[in-house]
Nanobody
Framework: QVQLVESGGGLVHPGGSLRLSCTAS????????MNWYRQAPGKERELVAN??????NFADSMKGRSTISRDDAKNTVYLQINNLKPEDTAVYLC?????????????WGQGTQVTVSS
């Protein structure tokens, strides 16, 4: 059974840090593009970070204060966010994209809530 399970969210003060985890089962993350999205109330889902074959990309809002990494042995992807801001408050969702051009595969986790507030 394919599953993505996020963890690590919570309530943090502005300027704090969090490390989000996304553990996959039922498939191997090393063969997928792994993405972190976030969705705030009333806003569209936003891609914030991606790791594909070791290359990483970040949304402008995340550059300079975030890292994304992958532990293939644990089949887990991490998103470290530093200097958190109230506008980072959202549900953070893990996404895997792979498969083939003719049979693409996409998996989503349920998300983990991040709340940044004093």
């Amino acid at each position: 059974q394919v599953q993505l399970v996020e963890s690590g969210g919570g309530l943090v003060h502005p300027g704090g840090s969090l490390r989000l985890s996304c553990t996959a089962s039922g498939f191997t993350i090393s063969t997928y593009a792994m993405n972190w999205y976030r969705q705030a109330p009333g806003k569209e889902r936003e891609l914030v970070a991606n790791i594909t074959n070791g290359s990483t990309n970040f949304a402008d809002s995340m550059k300079g204060r975030s890292t994304i990494s992958r532990d293939d042995a644990k089949n887990t992807v991490y998103l470290q966010i530093n200097n958190l801001k109230p506008e980072d408050t959202a549900v953070y969702l893990c996404n895997a994209e792979g498969g083939t051009l003719w049979y693409p595969l996409t998996f989503w986790g349920q998300g983990t809530q991040v709340t940044v507030s004093s």
